[in-house]
Structures are given as C-alpha cells and as structure tokens.
C-alpha cells in the first residue's frame, strides 16, 4: 500500500459519513407505517384502527410498532401532520387574480375538493372523530400557519369580518358534509359551490353598502 493509499484509508475511517443511513432507514420505515395506517382507516374507518393490523400491514409485529411510535394517537398525529402539509401544499399552488368573488370561487372549490376527494382525511383534520386525540403542538402548528395566510388572504381582499369569515367556512363544511354524507363521489353538492359563494358575497356587500349608508346619515 503506497503512502497516498494509506492517507485515502485513514481518511475513509476518520472522515464521519455525511448521511445518517440509520435515521434515513428509521424514517421510511415510519413512513411506511404511516402509508399503512392510511391505507386501513380509508377502508374500516379512524376510530377502527388495529396496531395488530396494522403491524401485519407492514411485516412486523404489533409491539414492534412502539419502537417508532409511542402510542397510537402518535401515529394519529403523524397522519395529521402529512394531512396538513398536503392541504398546505396544494393550497400554495393555487392561481390568485386579485378579484374578490373569483378568489373566493377558487379557495372554496379547493377545501370542498381536497376533504372530499379524502372523507377520513377530512375528518382527522377538520372534526373531532377520535375520542381522546388531539394535534401534538408541533402537526397543530402547520394547520394554524395555513390559517393565517388564510386570513391574509381574505384581508387582501376585503374580507376581514369575524362574522363573515365564519359564514364562508360554515357554507364549505356544510357543503363538504352534505357531498360525503349524501352522494359520496357525486357532484350533488361540490356543483353548487359556486353559487353559494355568489350569495355569500352578494349578502357581504349588501351588508357593507347598507352600514356605509348608515354612517353617511349619522
């Protein structure tokens, strides 16, 4: 071995690796858990969910899954956070022209879309179906930063009302509601997105005008 070739060895020793296989192979393998669990509860419901089964799902068995996930609601919590950062992700991409009622036609066909295009999606994040879960601070804090822009959003275009905001999300949810209860993967509800968000916006600024007069008078 030459001299250069004994520096390569010792270097090859010494030198840390610039990738932590272990960590990288311990996340897909939650990942994989995770895909899993989705997998189950789309077809047997949330409140279902088997760790034995869901062990079984993956090739391993069910107390192994606690080498990974303390509990199961962490595994709940682990799908709330990928669900979230999908709903964030596909928000982000949406297309803004900067005209009220067209943004608010865009943003409302969006959520009614995403939670029923994925009923247990929206159930883990938009209702309380799981007795004794809740969001771990850290998955809650995607949800509540997507709210935020949100609400920037809504400002930006003249739409900073408590009242009225809570008004548009009821209309969304009740729709979104209607759609999975009613005629899961149909179009009786989603087609009447549209119309709804007119009359919301109609009454908003027929509100606004009648309280402009109001003050024009006093």
């Not at 969001?135 to 949100?150: D, G, M, N, R």
């Not at 209607?178 to 087609?191: H, K, M, V």
Request: include cysteine; hydrophobic fraction near 40%; charge should be negative.
């Amino acid at each position: 071995m030459t001299k250069t070739e004994r520096c390569c060895f010792i270097l090859m020793v010494l030198v840390k690796p610039t990738r932590d296989r272990r960590t990288e192979r311990r996340e897909a393998t939650k990942a994989e858990i995770v895909e899993a669990a989705w997998s189950l509860v789309r077809v047997n419901g949330l409140a279902a969910l088997s760790l034995r089964d869901l062990a079984g799902r993956v090739g391993m068995q069910a107390p192994s899954l606690y080498s990974y996930f303390a509990s199961k609601n962490d595994i709940f919590d682990a799908m709330y956070a990928e669900g979230a950062r999908e709903y964030v992700c596909q928000e982000h991409a949406l297309v803004w022209t900067g005209d009220p009622l067209t943004d608010l036609k865009t943003l409302s066909r969006f959520f009614v879309a995403f939670c029923t295009d994925d009923p247990v999606r929206y159930q883990l994040l938009f209702q309380r179906p799981i007795p004794g879960f809740e969001p771990s601070p850290e998955s809650f804090a995607i949800s509540v930063e997507s709210l935020a822009e949100t609400q920037k959003r809504f400002a930006s275009i003249g739409l900073d009302d408590e009242r009225a905001i809570d008004l548009l999300t009821a209309l969304g949810t009740g729709l979104t509601d209607q759609q999975i209860s009613n005629d899961p993967g149909g179009d009786r509800w989603t087609r009447l997105v549209d119309e709804a968000v007119e009359m919301f916006f109609h009454h908003l600024i027929s509100k606004k005008t009648l309280t402009t007069k109001k003050d024009a008078k006093t």
